[in-house]
């Protein structure tokens, strides 16, 4: 198991210009899986028994210049795709997109911005301050059990002014289009078509020209669309002289649900895991002012409610689309795993050199402080900590994702071993907590008797104190 796990982190080793540097990314990320607190970075010290010397120099590390979250991500993206554990949902593997927002309450933590909550959990404020970060998952596993493993994690609808200081070309993007072109990306990366399951919030016109000039064929879009929607029909040519029109008659999706009430049939499929009877009504429409694409909408009576789904992909029928979408909500359980398991957002990077931040001023107030520093030194310490941030994030990501990829390659071992008490066993597939657990229980007595392994060297170098902390 072990043996496993070092020689998925030494695929990284080409992501790092210093081998010191690879070093404290593989330590760091062993301590993200294993550690039993999360009180910062020092809770990885205290949990792999590292020379407390060395903590300063685990600092260095994440604002370290020998690294670029843009390879870390596309180098975990292959690691994954050619796992051979990805599900295949119809036959092409299934991505999931979202963003999350993370309070941060830091006035010189690069990045932190007013943010909407659209929640409908009344214990949540209207508004926050913090990170917006934008993720893109893919679905492994099997029927029996499935994990939404996150691919990247990077900060949207930040500082922009930052973002273009470190050399982000896409600061400007909005969140949507961002998510799309990363999620285009991911595709590529895999090497084969793929979907992507969405929110109705990406049901945008700019998110589908994003796709058009961004997917290359590559990917497609299955979402739901918002109720008050409106679509299209296909247009009738005229007869005579002018410009051919480019849609027809004007439609509201939901008047659908009682104009062609009889067309609807019935069917049973997986939701949520579980079997459902569903009726729905498949119909293709044109859709989005001005760009009127052809989409292909499900009409869903569920237990009482009214959906509309739409997909860009016209082959599937209302039964995949409809399934498909249901596993959208998995990457809401891989936040829920990054945030309790690993604490993925438990960072707290921040510079002295940045204006502190005024809660009660406008967003564009913020970054227009920011934009008014012009010392090259103190740019590059605010974005070394805005990169140490992301990549922070990054990291807990990855450790995450190998979790995930133990618990489906190992789980027999895992399972049968009586070192944690479960009254209910849900799964012969382990979760990220319960195979976490296994790890913390059994890193250092697997070293002892697998000392050869490269990772073992690093964390007893880092316990000895002679890791070489020259890593910028």
């Known amino acids: 198991m072990w043996e496993y796990i070092n020689n998925t982190l030494m695929k990284f080793r080409e992501c790092f210009n210093r081998e010191a540097s690879f070093k404290w990314f593989a330590i760091v990320v062993i301590g993200l899986m294993v550690r039993n607190d999360h009180i910062g970075v020092t809770s990885i010290i205290r949990e792999l028994g ?8 685990m600092l260095h590390f994440f604002r370290s210049s020998s690294w670029k979250l843009s390879k870390l991500i596309g180098t975990w993206t292959k690691i994954v795709g050619t796992s051979g554990l990805m599900y295949r949902a119809y036959e ?30 009344s214990s949540k404020p209207r508004y926050i301050h913090g990170h917006m970060f934008g993720a893109i998952g893919i679905l492994l596993g099997t029927p029996k059990k499935f994990f939404c493993t996150l691919l990247s994690l990077r900060l949207h609808d930040s500082n922009s002014v930052i973002s273009e200081w470190a050399g982000d070309e896409l600061a400007k993007e909005s969140h949507v289009v961002r998510l799309i072109r990363e999620a285009c990306a991911a595709a590529e990366q895999i090497g084969e078509s793929c979907r992507i399951a969405l929110d109705r919030y990406y049901l945008t016109v700019n998110a589908l020209a994003a ?6 064929g590559m990917l497609n879009i299955i979402t739901k669309a918002k109720k008050n929607a ?17 849609k027809g008659a004007t439609i509201k999706l939901i008047d659908l649900f009682h104009t062609k009430s009889a067309e609807f049939r019935k069917a049973k499929v997986s939701i949520y895991g579980k079997v459902e009877e569903v009726e729905f009504l498949v119909t293709d429409l044109l859709w989005g002012k001005k760009l009127y694409r052809e989409l292909r909408f499900v009409l869903v009576k569920y237990q009482g409610k009214f959906s509309v789904l739409a997909s860009t992909d016209l082959t599937l029928s209302g039964e995949a689309i409809i399934e498909i979408y249901a596993f959208r909500f998995k990457i809401e359980s891989a936040f829920r795993e990054l945030k309790q398991v690993i604490a993925g957002f438990a960072y707290r990077f921040w510079s002295a050199y940045l204006p502190r931040l005024d809660r009660f001023a406008k967003n564009q107030q913020t970054d227009a402080k920011v934009a008014a520093i012009d010392c090259k ?9 805005f990169n140490a941030i992301e990549g922070f994030a990054m990291f807990a990501v990855i450790a995450c994702g190998i979790l995930q990829m133990t618990a489906l390659q190992f789980h027999k071992v895992i399972s ?19 195979t976490a657990h296994f790890l913390a229980k059994t890193i250092f007595n697997t070293f002892h008797f697998s000392s050869d392994l490269p990772i073992n060297r690093f964390i007893r170098d880092a316990q000895s104190g002679t890791h070489d902390v020259s890593i910028a």
Do not use: C
């Open 92 to 121: 092409k593997p299934l991505l999931v997109g979202d963003g999350v927002a993370q309070a941060k309450e830091g006035r010189k933590m690069p990045g932190v911005k007013k943010l909407a909550q659209e929640s409908e959990n």
């Open 211 to 216: 796709l058009e000039q961004f997917g290359k």
């Open 416 to 434: 049968t071993s009586a070192f944690r008490w479960l009254r209910t066993t849900r799964s012969q597939i382990p979760s990220e907590a319960t």
């Open 230 to 246: 409106v679509a299209y029909e296909k247009p009738v040519r005229k007869v005579g002289r002018g410009q051919p029109p480019k």
């Open 377 to 385: 030194h103190k740019k590059s310490k605010i974005i070394s900590a």
């Open 50 to 57: 590292i020379n407390p010397h060395q903590y300063e120099s």
